[in-house]
Every structure is written in structure tokens, then in C-alpha cells.
């Protein structure tokens, strides 16, 4: 019996539609194993720290000026020096949430969510279609990097996204 797939949404397929643009935009703090550096001084080979391997090297680093909807978090608004300074990042950069944000939101004690869905209009505000320089860190893999205090995902590929089941 072959199950009923027609015009059902995948994963792959959701996470594709939903990512509009993501990536770390200029002046943003990358934890890397020679200290804090704004993400436009890094390059190529560079080793950041991750929450998943501890260190990557980045195997590309590339940056473009796009228009999208961004997100302002204001400093301390996540937690104590969650994030460390007021930062501002492409709505749909997915983020590492480990605390009752993600139980609410996602109903597990930590959720990769997009910036968009911790919008509440005081301390994490909307701002629609700004032009912005977006830099995508891509290492081997997608992974949580440190970023201005916060985890968030690097660059995912497109062959990634057809590996999420």
C-alpha cells in the first residue's frame, strides 16, 4: 500500500519556504578560537567556536546586500547579557532557544527557531524590508555558532535541507 503523499508539505519543503534570507549581518560578534571577531574580518579557513563540535573551520564566507525583514533584539532582553549589546539580524535566522521561550513556543526544552517568532513589539521589534549586508558562514556541516552572546545556526546548504527528514 503506497501512502498518500500528493500535495503534502515536507519538511524539506517548509524549512525552504520559510527561509527567506539568513546569516549573520555586518558588525556582528563571531566567537572564534582567537577571540571575538566582527564577522566582515573573518575569512576562509578561520576556526569559530560551535555548540556542536566545539570548532569548525570555515570552508566559505560570503556576503551580499540584500532587502529583507530584520529583527532588533535589545541587549539583556533573552536573558542575563542574552544578547550582550542590542544586535539585528535577517528575520528568518534560525537561533537556539534553551529556555521557557522555546517550551512556549515550540514545546521542547530547546527549539532552533526563526528571530521572527520572538518578535514582541518592546524589546524584539519587526522592521520590515531594509536593506541590509547579510554575511553566510558556511562550514562542513550547518551548525550552532556564538554570535553577540546568542547561538545561532550558520549557513545551511540547499543539499542540507533535503537531509532533514
Known sequence: MEPKTVGRETVIDRLAREIEFSGLLAGAIVMTLD???????????????TRDTGMSVIRKLRYKTI???????MAGSLGHTRPERDVTMP????????DWRAEAIAGQKQALIPA???V??????LHEKQTVTVYEIELDRAQ??????LEMVSYIRAEELSRVA
Request: contains cysteine.
Open 116 to 118: 521572527r517568532q520572538l
Open 35 to 49: 577571540g571575538e571577531i566582527p564577522v566582515e574580518h573573518l575569512a576562509d579557513g578561520d576556526r569559530i567556536i
Open 120 to 125: 514582541d513589539g518592546e524589546f524584539v521589534c
Open 91 to 98: 528575520a528568518d535566522q534560525r537561533m537556539l532557544i534553551r
Open 144 to 149: 550552532v555558532i556564538y554570535a553577540d552572546g
Open 67 to 73: 532587502t529583507c525583514d530584520v529583527v532588533s533584539i
